[in-house]
Nanobody, 115 residues
Framework: QVQLVESGGGLVQPGGSLRLSCAAS????????MNWYRQAPGTQRELVAV???????NYSNSVKGRFTISRDNGQDAVYLQMNSLRPEDTAVYYC?????????WGQGTQVTVSA
């Protein structure tokens, strides 16, 4: 049974930093592309960052230069380092694992950027 468990969310002031973690189990982690999505109230879920099974990364324009995605295949984990946070980054952040027809989601972690 595949599980993705996010952690590291919380309340931070504008300009601050947070590091999200996603621990995976029940899957061959190294074979999966890993993604971070986010969803703010009243909006559609948005793809924020991607790291492929080979380690290639890509980011949405809204976070490029501020967020960094990384993975540790030995720990079966993916991370999202978020710097220079803005109020518009406030959302629930979701970890996603995808490979061929397999698509798995975590339960989400809340990130709130507010003074």
């Amino acid at each position: 049974q595949v599980q993705l468990v996010e952690s590291g969310g919380g309340l931070v002031q504008p300009g601050g930093s947070l590091r999200l973690s996603c621990a995976a189990s029940g899957m061959i982690f190294s074979l999966y592309d890993m993604n971070w999505y986010r969803q703010a109230p009243g909006t559609q879920r948005e793809l924020v960052a991607v790291i492929t099974s080979r380690g290639f990364t890509n980011y949405s324009n809204s976070v490029k230069g501020r967020f960094t995605i990384s993975r540790d295949n030995g720990q079966d984990a993916v991370y999202l380092q978020m710097n220079s946070l803005r109020p518009e980054d406030t959302a629930v952040y979701y970890c996603n694992a995808r490979r061929q027809n397999n698509d798995y989601w975590g339960q989400g972690t809340q990130v709130t950027v507010s003074a």
